[in-house]
């Protein structure tokens, strides 16, 4: 069913965008059909064992057609061609981390659809991910569009 909604998607020139957290049967063809692919660090590790996570992202990159990128508490690494991209957590008071890497994959899914480049999509996902991580539960702390955007911007303008 999946492979032929990308199949489908890619037929209609939309992108498609493939959630990778785990090895499931029939990942390796929605690998290569995917345009973005946002792997979890045990997916990346298990798909691409080349020790450091940065190796392991650069062969991801290879399977699939266009980013790659990594995301957890240690924040986020995105490869685009030879380009990496290093994104530190937003710093909070961590509740429950329940849900914040679909929330992650939402706010990277919506900096796509701006046409922003991969370091905006990076500030953002991060942003929208730790913002909801200051409540109890999935969903109690989930932010709104705009505190998204405002801590994304200030994020931007850290220095690292």
């Not at 953002?124 to 569009?145: F, H, I, K, Q």
Request: hydrophobic residues 40%; contains cysteine.
């Amino acid at each position: 069913m999946q492979i032929c909604a990308a199949e489908e998607a890619h037929r209609l020139g939309v992108k498609v965008v493939l959630d990778a957290g785990a090895i499931r049967e029939g990942m390796g063809e929605l690998v290569a059909l995917s345009d973005v692919l946002l792997a979890s660090e045990r997916y990346a590790s298990e798909v691409a064992p080349r020790g450091e996570i940065e190796d392991s992202l650069l062969e991801l990159s290879r399977m699939g057609r266009a980013w790659s990128c990594h995301h957890g508490q240690r924040g986020s690494i995105g490869i685009e061609g030879d380009k990496l991209v290093h994104q530190p957590p937003l710093q909070v008071e961590v509740m429950d981390t329940t849900g914040a890497g679909d929330v992650y994959l939402g706010g990277y899914a919506y900096a796509l659809l701006q046409g922003w480049p991969l370091e905006r999509c990076m500030q953002v996902a991060s942003a929208a991910a730790g913002l909801s991580c200051r409540n109890l539960g999935a969903r109690a702390a989930l932010p709104d569009l705009g505190e998204v955007e405002e801590v994304s911007w200030q994020e931007a303008r850290t220095p690292v």
